[in-house]
Nanobody, 117 residues
């Protein structure tokens, strides 16, 4: 059974930093496209950052230069380092594992990030 467990969310002041973690079980993260998404109240879920099997990364324009996605294969965990946080980054952040050939998707339960001004 696949499980993605996020942690690291919380309340931070604008300009601060947080690091989110997503610990995976039941899959090997290096064999999937791993991503971080976020969803604010009343808004659609949006892609924040993704890391492909090859190691290539992709970021939403709104977080480029501030957020970094990384992967620790030994720990089977992915991270999202978030710096220079803004109030508009406030959302629930979700970890996703995606497999292209059959469009398989698995989601974590989400972790709340709140940035105060």
């Amino acid at each position: 059974q696949v499980q993605l467990v996020e942690s690291g969310g919380g309340l931070v002041q604008a300009g601060g930093s947080l690091r989110l973690s997503c610990a995976a079980s039941g899959i090997t993260v290096s064999l999937y496209t791993m991503g971080w998404y976020r969803q604010a109240p009343g808004k659609q879920r949006e892609l924040v950052a993704s890391k492909f099997r090859t190691g290539t990364t992709n970021y939403a324009d709104s977080v480029k230069g501030r957020f970094t996605i990384s992967r620790d294969d030994a720990k089977n965990t992915i991270y999202l380092q978030m710096n220079s946080l803004k109030p508009e980054d406030t959302s629930v952040y979700y970890c996703n594992a995606h497999r292209s050939y059959d469009q398989y998707d698995s989601w974590g339960q989400g972790t709340q990030v709140t940035v105060s001004s």
